[in-house]
C-alpha cells in the first residue's frame, strides 16, 4: 500500500540552528513528492516538490528537501530557523504515472523553533 | 490561499441537518479535491473531480456528496448520514498532469452539535 511517514509528531529547535523534518514514503513506482507548510486555522501552502532531476530541491522561504531513493525520504531543511518557521508541516506523494492527481499526506509535524 | 476562496470560514449546524460548504476558484484548474482533516491524522480525502460533471470517491466520501456544474465550483455537502462532521474542510484544486502542486483554499471549519 502506498503510504507516507512523517516519524515525529514535533520538532523543537532553537532559532539559528538548522532544522529538519523527516519524511520517508512507500510507493510502487517513480513519486512525486511535496512539502506543504500550514499555520493555524488556514489552508496548506505549497513549500516545494521533487518530480525529476537533481536531488536537492529548493523551495519557498529558504527551505530545501533532499530526495533520497535508496532510503525513501524526503526530508525538510532549513539552514538557519526562525521564530515564523514555527508551524504544522505536511509531506505528501504522488505516483508517476496512471494516478488521478491525488495525494497521500502524511500525518504532519509540528515545527517549534524558539527564540 | 490565493485563487481559492471556502466560505464560510466557521459554520455551525445541529445534527441531523445537512450543510453545504462552498469552494471557488479562479485559476482555471480542471481538478479540484475535498480534504477532511482533523487533529493528528493529516489530510484524508474525501472526493474529487478531473473535469466538469465527474467526480469520484475518495477514501472517506461516506455521508458526503458533491457536485460539479461549472469549472470553478465544487461545493462539498456534508449530510446527516455522517456520523462525526465536526472537522476542518479543506478544498483544493489542480493543474493537469501529476508534476502539479496542489493549491488550498483557507478552510471551513464546521461544528455540529
Known amino acids: 500500500a502506498q503510504s507516507v511517514a512523517q516519524p515525529e509528531d514535533q520538532v523543537n529547535v532553537a532559532e539559528g540552528n538548522p532544522l529538519t523534518v523527516k519524511c520517508t514514503y512507500s510507493?510502487?513506482?517513480?513519486?512525486?513528492l511535496f512539502w506543504y507548510v500550514q499555520y493555524p486555522n488556514r489552508g496548506l501552502q505549497f513549500l516545494l516538490k521533487y518530480i525529476t532531476g537533481d536531488n536537492l530541491v529548493k523551495g519557498s522561504y529558504g527551505f530545501e528537501a533532499e530526495f533520497n531513493k535508496s532510503q525513501t525520504s524526503f526530508h525538510l531543511k532549513k539552514p538557519s530557523a526562525l521564530v515564523s518557521d514555527s508551524a504544522l508541516y505536511f509531506c505528501?506523494?504522488?505516483?508517476?504515472?496512471?494516478?488521478?492527481?491525488?495525494?497521500?499526506f502524511g500525518q504532519g509535524t509540528t515545527l517549534q523553533v524558539k527564540p | 490561499d490565493g485563487g481559492i476562496t471556502q466560505s464560510p470560514k466557521y459554520l455551525f449546524r445541529k445534527e441531523g441537518q445537512n450543510v453545504t460548504l462552498s469552494c471557488e476558484q479562479n485559476?482555471?484548474?480542471?481538478?479540484m479535491y475535498w480534504y477532511r482533516q482533523d487533529p493528528g491524522q493529516g489530510l484524508r480525502l474525501i472526493y474529487y473531480?478531473?473535469?466538469?460533471?465527474?467526480?469520484q470517491k475518495g477514501d472517506i466520501a461516506e455521508g458526503y456528496s458533491v457536485s460539479r456544474e461549472k469549472k470553478e465550483s465544487f461545493p462539498l455537502t456534508v449530510t446527516s448520514a455522517q456520523k462525526n462532521p465536526t472537522a476542518f474542510y479543506l478544498c483544493a484544486s489542480s493543474g493537469p498532469g501529476p508534476n502539479y502542486e496542489q493549491y488550498f483554499g483557507p478552510g471551513t471549519r464546521l461544528t455540529v452539535t
Open positions: 505528501a506523494v504522488r505516483l508517476f504515472s496512471g494516478n488521478t492527481g491525488k495525494l497521500i
Open positions: 510507493v510502487s513506482g517513480n513519486p512525486y
Open positions: 473531480s478531473q473535469i466538469v460533471n465527474d467526480f
Open positions: 485559476l482555471n484548474h480542471d481538478a
